[in-house]
């Protein structure tokens, strides 16, 4: 189940990239893929090997988190800002969870 969140999670890091280039921002479009891509290797890296996958993405994740935290508090917009914030934190809270093995998240 965390992977399935976290996918939906990097997909919605790509499209706000997306969307940001439609008005205009070139730096939204790298950084929403960049940011999108690297869920994605640590999805994979979190196959292979659990605690170096899923530490990468809690990094990752909490990063992310923080950088959208900024974005808000400097423009106090729900969209785009804010909603990634929210995205950012229960990804966050996922991989952490699943790095500590304290919740599985197994249907």
Same mark, same amino acid.
């Given at each position: 189940?965390?992977? *399935?969140?976290?996918? =939906?999670?990097?997909?919605? !890091? *790509?499209? /706000?990239?997306?969307?940001?280039?439609?008005?205009?921002?070139?730096? %939204?479009?790298?950084?929403?893929?960049? %940011?999108? =891509?690297? @869920? +994605? *290797?640590? &999805?994979?890296?979190?196959?292979?090997? %659990?605690?170096?996958?899923? /530490? +990468?993405?809690?990094?990752?994740?909490?990063? &992310?988190?923080?950088? +959208?935290?900024?974005?808000? =508090?400097?423009?106090?917009? !729900?969209?785009? %800002? /804010? =909603? &990634? &914030?929210?995205?950012?934190?229960?990804?966050?809270? @996922?991989?952490?969870?699943?790095?500590?093995?304290?919740?599985? +998240?197994?249907?």
């Amino acid at each position: 189940m965390s992977e *399935i969140v976290l996918m =939906i999670y990097g997909v919605m !890091l *790509i499209a /706000g990239g997306l969307m940001g280039a439609k008005a205009g921002s070139k730096i %939204s479009l790298a950084a929403g893929s960049i %940011s999108g =891509i690297l @869920v +994605f *290797i640590g &999805l994979w890296m979190a196959a292979k090997d %659990s605690s170096l996958g899923y /530490g +990468f993405l809690s990094a990752l994740t909490v990063l &992310l988190s923080i950088m +959208f935290l900024v974005r808000w =508090i400097k423009t106090k917009k !729900l969209m785009p %800002s /804010g =909603i &990634l &914030l929210m995205l950012s934190l229960l990804a966050a809270g @996922v991989t952490v969870l699943s790095l500590t093995g304290r919740y599985s +998240f197994a249907p």
